[in-house]
């Protein structure tokens, strides 16, 4: 045992002194890293999707919450797509900057409080759509939630669409995109881009120019995976003939009509529309609670909208899952992991977006550990990344 451990050791202080050197590789390896020796997409159990990054713990959208949950092993990274005054598209969730950013202190901007009509409610605000895209960046974001972590609270700037799509490529294993086009009809009133151009247009321009494209699971698509999604049907048919890559139709409360074509839960969730829409969707992205209606925090009767979903051959990923006590319902007894074994396991969902991406990467990994060929490739990376150290 000691002459192994002994000999285990020379070892490794040899393979130091060939790392720290010039010299060259210690064994044959595959060549320089590139995206072909990037550890691929797992796509054998249910996707990870850091909902605005890991936001239960640093604040949404920053480039801090993205790189976080890369971290944590989310399989894709999730934003909401807005437009600042001058056209740069932004990473940003609400349209207004009041409860997420420091907009309250920036007194040079206090005249830009303003009431506009989203969706048929007058909204008073300061809206990303009043600033340029240089002012939106002198701006700090904050934590949503007053009972999460505060300590990131001024520490990071509002990212355009550009960065964060940097980020998900730069990242050391493969991990997809999943931006969502935000109001379309409140961006497309306010922004205007040259040559006629929509919010929807400028969107698509950008995955382009950066190489997305693709149908689900092609060749492509693996390499940089992506999935559009839109609550606006409008939008997701609009860019259908101008780019191929896979669609999530999302799905409001039972309370809310679609923003754009002003139609109520029921109608779209009925068999006729599936049946319209899976000619443009590969799947929906429900509410949970309207999957599974919620009762004094108690879950009821699940309806059958996943099983419907699924027969039209439409993948369901719902939204949102969060550690956090206040938002857990009483079933899971305070237990995250209850409530994703029941998704994962009892329901059967294919895709879910979360707040906590690596409490659900844990999850995942403990109960459905990835394949063989799928730890083999991870151990292919690690070599392959070892071989760069000693490259020039
Ligand atoms: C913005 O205007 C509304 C309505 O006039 C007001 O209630 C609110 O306090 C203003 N917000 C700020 C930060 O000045
Ligand atoms: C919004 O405010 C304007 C101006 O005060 C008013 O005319 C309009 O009726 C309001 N709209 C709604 C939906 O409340
Ligand atoms: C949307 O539909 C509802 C219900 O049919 C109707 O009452 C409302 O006026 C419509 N809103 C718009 C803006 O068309």
């Not at 409530?339 to 879910?352: A, F, K, R």
Request: hydrophobic share 35%.
């Amino acid at each position: 045992m000691a002459l192994t451990s002994n000999a285990g050791y020379v070892l490794i202080i040899f393979l130091s002194i060939t790392l720290v050197s010039t010299a060259r590789p210690f064994y044959p390896l595959p060549s320089k890293i590139s995206h072909g020796t990037k550890q691929p997409l797992q796509t054998s159990r249910p996707f990870n999707v850091a909902h605005r990054g890991s936001n239960g713990e640093i604040p949404e959208e920053t480039a801090a919450a993205f790189m976080r949950a890369i971290e944590e092993g989310a399989d894709f990274i999730e934003a909401d797509i807005l437009s600042s005054k001058d056209g740069v598209l932004i990473c940003f969730h609400d349209v207004t900057l009041d409860d997420t950013t420091d907009i309250a202190d920036h007194k040079e901007f206090s005249n830009r409080n303003w009431t506009y009509d989203v969706q048929g409610v007058n909204t008073t605000g300061f809206f990303p759509v009043d600033f340029t895209f240089e002012e939106l960046k002198t701006l700090r974001v904050k934590q949503r939630f007053a009972f999460r972590d505060q300590q990131y609270n001024g520490k990071f700037s509002i990212i355009s669409f550009e960065e964060f799509i940097s980020i998900a490529l730069d990242a050391p294993r493969v991990v997809g995109i999943y931006p969502e086009i935000k109001n379309p009809v409140l961006i497309n009133q306010h922004v205007k881009w040259p040559g006629g151009k929509r919010f929807e247009d400028k969107f698509v321009e950008t995955l382009k120019k950066y190489g997305y494209k693709g149908s689900y699971m092609s060749k492509d698509w693996l390499k940089q995976p992506i999935f559009i999604q839109s609550f606006a049907p409008t939008s997701l048919v609009y860019i259908s003939n101008q780019i191929d890559s896979p669609k999530i139709f999302l799905i409001d409360d039972i309370t809310i009509p679609t923003q754009d074509t002003n139609q109520s839960y029921w109608e779209i969730t009925s068999d006729a529309y599936l049946d319209y829409i899976k000619d443009y969707v590969v799947g929906i992205g429900p509410w949970k609670d309207t999957v599974v209606p919620v009762k004094i925090n108690y879950m009821q009767i699940s309806t059958d909208l996943i099983a419907k979903a699924h027969s039209h051959n439409l993948q369901v990923h719902p939204y949102t899952y969060r550690n956090d006590g206040s938002f857990l319902h009483y079933d899971f007894h305070q237990d995250p992991y209850e409530e994703y074994h029941y998704w994962i396991n009892t329901v059967g969902v294919d895709g879910l977006f979360t707040d906590f991406p690596g409490t659900l990467h844990n999850f995942q990994e403990w109960t459905s550990p990835l394949s063989k060929e799928e730890s083999a490739s991870k151990l292919l990376h690690e070599i392959a990344l070892l071989t760069t150290s000693y490259k020039n």
